[in-house]
């Protein structure tokens, strides 16, 4: 029964989340919301919103004092990236095609680390534990952006690019994350007026409805493929079918097995087992489109990630709780 009334919270927040998403997904697909808008939302979230959020909550709460192994989340965001290409890697073992086997690798082992865990940690944790679960997230996501934005371009091209530079490592969400601990190291943060505060926190809270409406609308720009090749299309569903089962079942299996084992505070198992439960990365797409000549899977993977995850992570997070309570 407990198992049965955790799947059933978590389920209504995560179609809460697929609804509010659905707003971006129809605005899209109806083309009441164009690319260059789409772009523009996406620019104002990440560079914006997203790290007005970040820098508030490092100031405002966080310490080296209160987090003194802050620098374990970093490690844990690498050890998930490192566990899911090596699963990637086993379930791909098979397949010829190295440019399948590149993208279906990063599609296992890359995840939509910052958004959907935004909003569910905003919304299953209670309100005397929320700052703490998204300092967890922030330092996380320092580890993780770093990774993909480096690593994952130079893998998923298949080669190193020209054009890629040292400071595409420093995204707004990064360079929100080391101004607010240099801040609180030289101890300048608590001097920060709360009329500056203030705005910040408003620019803050706006990114927990604006990343669920950007990421509906990011599938829905989506290019999936439209070729009739029946074998092809045959082809492309088992390997989509064996991406769920390695992303979204064996992962967050394995992660519940370490959790058991290991037995961590309850907000960092809730982390990682959520990291390990949530879909393949939006970025991906996005480096795809940047970095690669032709896609393969990438959209398909991402699209019906997102779609199984509507059953997969409440049903995890569900186990999760019963393990950990």
């Known amino acids: 029964m407990k198992l049965l009334f955790y799947f059933n919270s978590v389920s209504q927040i995560m179609l809460q989340i697929f609804l509010l998403g659905l707003v971006g997904f129809v605005l899209t697909r109806r083309k009441l919301l164009s690319p260059e808008g789409l772009t523009g939302l996406t620019t104002f979230l ?8 970040i820098f508030w909550q490092v100031i405002t709460k966080f310490s080296f004092s209160l987090y003194p192994q802050w620098w374990i989340f970093p490690l844990i965001s690498l ?7 090596a699963l990637g890697y086993f379930f791909s073992f098979s397949r010829r095609d190295i440019k399948y086997r590149r993208e279906f690798i990063s599609l296992v082992g890359f995840q939509n680390a910052g958004y959907m865990p935004l909003i ?3 919304r299953i944790v209670s309100n005397n534990e929320a700052d703490t ?26 080669q190193k690019r020209k054009d890629f530079s040292l400071g595409s490592l420093f995204s707004p969400p990064v360079i929100a ?3 607010g601990f240099l801040l609180v190291a030289l101890k300048i943060n608590p001097f920060i007026p709360g009329f500056v505060l203030g705005p910040l926190e408003m620019l803050g809270n706006c990114s927990f409805p604006l990343a669920v409406v950007v990421v509906g609308a990011s599938l829905a720009e989506l290019r999936l493929s439209d070729r009739q090749d029946i074998a092809d299309r045959l082809g492309e569903k088992k390997i989509i079918f064996k991406l769920i089962l390695a992303k979204l079942v064996v992962l967050p299996l394995l992660g519940l097995l370490l959790i058991r084992g290991l037995r961590p505070p309850y907000l960092v198992g809730l982390l990682v087992i959520l990291e390990l439960a949530v879909p393949s990365a939006n970025s991906l797409a996005v480096i795809s489109r940047r970095y690669c000549q032709e896609e393969k899977i990438i959209s398909q993977g991402i699209f019906f990630s997102h779609i199984a995850s509507l059953i997969t992570i409440p049903l995890f997070l569900a186990i999760f709780n019963l393990i950990a309570l």
């Open 46 to 53: 990440i560079g914006v919103s997203f790290p007005a959020l």
């Open 79 to 85: 050890a998930i990236t490192l566990l899911g290409l």
């Open 133 to 158: 679960a998204l300092i967890y997230l922030f330092l996380f996501l320092l580890g993780f952006n770093l990774v993909i934005w480096s690593w994952g371009v130079y893998f998923l091209s298949g």
């Open 120 to 122: 569910l940690l905003n």
């Open 177 to 179: 994350v080391l101004l």
